[in-house]
């Protein structure tokens, strides 16, 4: 009843423990962005379909995956390597899509960030997620930190899934967020010529994601970010209720907010210092790829 998407790019250490708790469905596809380690051969050996296509921005990637056109079921779950999926998820999902009245668009699902052994309960930012899509209903907007778009209601989920993003250790967390505050960067010039935000719809907007627009907008047009954020994390979220790890989760969010605010200072005088999303992924071997850069690979 549900396929199962997972965007890769050198995950082939991650891969493993993501399949193996999706076992429980029939059509897992591995989505990879032309990775230069094992990723490919791990998911086959593992039995999952494999596609690659270059990677041209999140919001667009997310889309081409939800338009695969061997999707076996009417609803997709998206993973990334580092996610799992307990067991009580799993039998919850099942049972959401077999129950789902035909007005329902998405199911939105807490997520559990762990860091240093310890699950972030306090520091993290955004626990919910609209993870579980019913095809043909949703789309994704914004190339950073992207927004999906729902015909249809949002039902929430009541278990969690388990996220590990320093699994590969903090150096790896550190270089894919200096590729992720580049992007964010170019997408704050570029909505700030663009749009306004309304202080009434970042605080009371009823959609979720379109509050998170607004709020994000405000954000950006804040003075002291970083320091801004490292004290709305330790003491309003209460970060500092997860002892050493949420402390230093927060202080590596601010250092985040940082290079975002110096990269978005640094485009607005010379705008040629960055080049496409699709140029700030990690280097990529050339291959040869299929009409608008994809290759099947299924088993």
């Not at 390597?81 to 199911?107: H, K, M, N, T, Y």
């Not at 994704?140 to 778009?149: A, Q, T």
């Not at 935000?197 to 994000?216: M, T, Y």
């Not at 989760?249 to 607005?268: F, G």
Request: hydrophobic share 45%; charged share 25%.
């Amino acid at each position: 009843m549900i396929s199962v998407i997972i965007l890769t790019l050198n995950e082939a250490a991650d891969l493993p423990g993501c399949l193996a708790s999706v076992t429980w469905s029939d059509d897992v596809h591995v989505f990879d962005s032309f990775s230069a380690d094992t990723t490919v051969a791990v998911a086959e050996g593992l039995g999952a379909r494999v596609t690659r296509r270059r990677f041209d921005g999140y919001a667009s990637h997310r889309n081409a995956a939800l338009a695969l056109p061997d999707l076996r079921h009417p609803w997709v779950l998206f993973l990334d390597a580092d996610e799992r999926v307990p067991q009580e998820l799993a039998v919850e999902c099942a049972r959401a899509v077999r129950d789902a009245a035909s007005d329902v668009g998405a199911f939105r699902m807490r997520r559990r960030d762990f860091f240093m052994g310890r699950w972030l309960k306090h520091a993290q930012l955004s626990p919910y997620f609209v993870r579980l899509q019913r095809r043909g209903r949703t789309r994704y907007e914004r190339e950073v930190n992207e927004v999906v778009k729902v015909d249809g209601r949002i039902v929430d989920l009541t278990q969690p899934f388990d996220h590990f993003p320093f699994s590969k250790g903090i150096g790896c967390w550190v270089e894919r967020h200096n590729r992720y505050s580049t992007m964010e960067a170019r997408c704050v010039v570029q909505s700030r010529a663009a749009t306004s935000f309304s202080l009434k719809a970042a605080l009371f907007a009823p959609d979720f994601n379109g509050r998170r627009v607004h709020q994000k907008a405000l954000f950006y047009n804040l003075p002291f970010r970083p320091a801004l954020k490292l004290i709305y994390m330790l003491f309003v979220r209460g970060a500092i209720l997860d002892g050493r790890p949420g402390c230093v989760y927060s202080l590596l969010q601010a250092m985040y907010e940082w290079l975002i605010v110096l990269k978005t200072e640094e485009i607005a005088r010379v705008p040629a210092v960055v080049g496409k999303p699709s140029d700030l992924r990690a280097p990529i071997p050339a291959a040869p790829s299929l009409a608008q850069g994809e290759e099947r690979m299924a088993k």
